[in-house]
């Protein structure tokens, strides 16, 4: 009997070279998580910043992979999802987290960094559902409904120039109040604003 055919590395093998570009994007976020993560344990700035900077190197990825998928109209579903799971990490989670490892570990803040997510989740959800029938005659979406996801890089800056300003933990911007049971950064209300502007359906952002 014949074996069938070996089927090593098949996946890859439907992989275009944008999609390489959007797993450097993923790749970027999961880095930004694990800086944030390390921070927290050994208090180094470094890492910190390494985490900071990942968020803009993450954004490159996300411009380049578009442009090359227009440059060798190579657009596919597959590319499509694997543009917003990189976005949900890159711009979602690690800006969360990097949040978190700043100093916003009270219980409402907690509650504004999971809103910013979930938002996020939802943005992406309802983009992939609604692209094709947003898009024009020439086939391509003309506008974002609610600010795209990675806007985040703006937040991320925001945590970054607190760190070069010594403005972390206690020294947080705004400082801390205790609401009840929870204590509350009002630096971390940037994320709710910014969640609440991606979910938005009257903000229409035009897409160049």
């Known amino acids: ?3 069938a055919a070996p089927r090593h590395f098949s996946m890859l093998r439907e992989f275009h070279l944008a999609d390489f570009f959007t797993l450097g994007n993923a790749a970027c976020g999961v880095g930004a998580m694990l800086f944030a993560m390390l921070y927290m344990s050994s208090e180094l700035d470094f890492h910190f910043f390494a985490a900071a900077a990942l968020a803009p190197a993450a954004f490159i990825f996300d411009v ?4 090359i998928a227009r440059a060798r109209h190579q657009h596919s579903a597959l590319g499509r999802e694997l543009d917003s799971l ?59 409904e609610g600010t795209p996801i990675p806007t985040s890089v ?15 933990g206690d020294a947080l911007y705004g400082g ?7 204590v509350l950064h009002p630096l971390a209300l940037l994320f709710v604003l910014s969640g609440s502007l991606m979910i938005s359906k009257t903000l229409h952002i035009p897409k160049f």
């Open 1 to 3: 009997m014949e074996r």
């Open 64 to 67: 380049l992979d578009g442009r």
């Open 86 to 144: 990189s976005d949900v990490i890159s711009f979602g989670v690690a800006p969360a987290a990097l949040a978190f490892a700043a100093g916003m570990q009270g219980g409402w803040d907690a509650a504004a960094l999971i809103y910013f997510v979930c938002c996020g989740v939802s943005r992406l959800a309802r983009f992939n559902v609604t692209a094709e029938s947003m898009a024009g005659a020439s086939g391509k979406v003309s506008y974002f």
């Open 154 to 168: 703006v937040l991320t800056g925001v945590l970054a120039f607190a760190a070069w300003q010594d403005r972390l």
């Open 176 to 182: 801390a109040f205790s609401l009840g049971p929870w």
